[in-house]
């Protein structure tokens, strides 16, 4: 994360999508229990190392480790409000983008293939995975030329964020009281 990125008020940063390139931090993120922390933290907002373990059945200490690991990649920060060592954190972005065509660097290309895959294969198995990233990138790609030639564009297109997957994360979700019936 630069250092314009991190003087952003969170609000702003939050919005913005965390445009993954560096490949030390595809490697970072690409462990499973970071992963998990990531997902977990999208959906509660806030948690400590300690409540985090609760959930993926890490160890506080296991759990307190990757969080600094994902922060000192940028991926989160510590959330203010802590009391000793029960320090809540929260995501930076509301979402990071892997992309192997945005890479500069071959290594760094191969790395972002390799985590988008990593991403998928916690929703579906690895050859499902594959045919659904093959797909998509078929999809992009028609599109592509329009990004290095504007006079592509039609009269009136804007710049789109494109969401590779999507998956209810119903292990992660609160439990809610059962409404009164009255």
């Not at 806030?46 to 609760?54: G, I, K, N, W």
């Not at 594959?130 to 797909?135: A, D, F, L």
């Not at 030329?145 to 969401?163: C, K, T, Y």
Request: hydrophobic share 40%; charged share 25%; aromatic share 6%.
């Amino acid at each position: 994360m630069s250092s314009e990125e991190a003087d952003a008020a969170p609000d702003e940063a939050w919005q913005e999508p965390l445009n993954l390139t560096d490949p030390k931090a595809m490697r970072a993120l690409a462990h499973p229990v970071r992963m998990a922390l990531l997902e977990l933290l999208s959906v509660a907002g806030t948690l400590t190392a300690t409540q985090a373990s609760e959930v993926l059945g890490e160890s506080p200490a296991n759990c307190a480790f990757h969080l600094r690991t994902l922060a000192k990649y940028g991926f989160v920060r510590e959330a203010g409000g802590g009391r000793g060592r029960e320090r809540p954190w929260t995501v930076t972005r509301s979402s990071v983008r892997i992309s192997a065509t945005d890479q500069t660097d071959a290594q760094a290309a191969l790395a972002a293939d390799a985590l988008s895959l990593a991403w998928f294969e916690h929703f579906l198995t690895a050859e499902e995975a594959e045919q659904v990233n093959r797909e998509l990138h078929e999809i992009i790609d028609r599109y592509a030329d329009r990004q290095r030639d504007p006079s592509l564009r039609p009269a009136g297109a804007l710049p789109v964020e494109v969401a590779f997957f999507t998956s209810p994360l119903t292990d992660y979700a609160p439990a809610t009281e059962p409404r009164s019936q009255t």
